[in-house]
């Protein structure tokens, strides 16, 4: 990966977190999850425009909500 990509997905992980930092906290998402599926969306999805990996972001973090208030099975 060159320098200018990785400072571009840097921007993109940056100006995803500004927007989705509400739509994760009313998730109860804590920022290092947002993070990761922010950064995992974009590494998946380099050349899709924003708004769709917004989207798919989104999804993820639902996802990700949902299996955390699914108790699991005690060994």
């Given at each position: 990966?060159?320098e200018?990509?990785?400072?571009?997905?840097?921007?993109?992980?940056?100006?995803?977190?500004?927007?989705?930092?509400?739509?994760a906290?009313?998730?109860?998402?804590?920022?290092?999850?947002?993070r990761?599926i922010?950064?995992?969306?974009?590494?998946?999805?380099?050349?899709?425009?924003?708004?769709?990996?917004?989207?798919?972001?989104?999804?993820?973090?639902i996802?990700?909500?949902?299996?955390?208030?699914?108790?699991?099975?005690?060994?």
């Open positions: 990966m060159s200018s990509s990785n400072a571009l997905d840097k921007a993109a992980a940056h100006r995803a977190m500004a927007r989705l930092d509400g739509f906290s009313g998730l109860g998402l804590d920022e290092s999850t947002t990761a922010v950064e995992k969306v974009i590494g998946d999805m380099p050349e899709q425009p924003d708004e769709e990996r917004l989207a798919e972001a989104r999804r993820r973090m996802v990700a909500s949902c299996l955390r208030r699914i108790p699991l099975p005690k060994p």
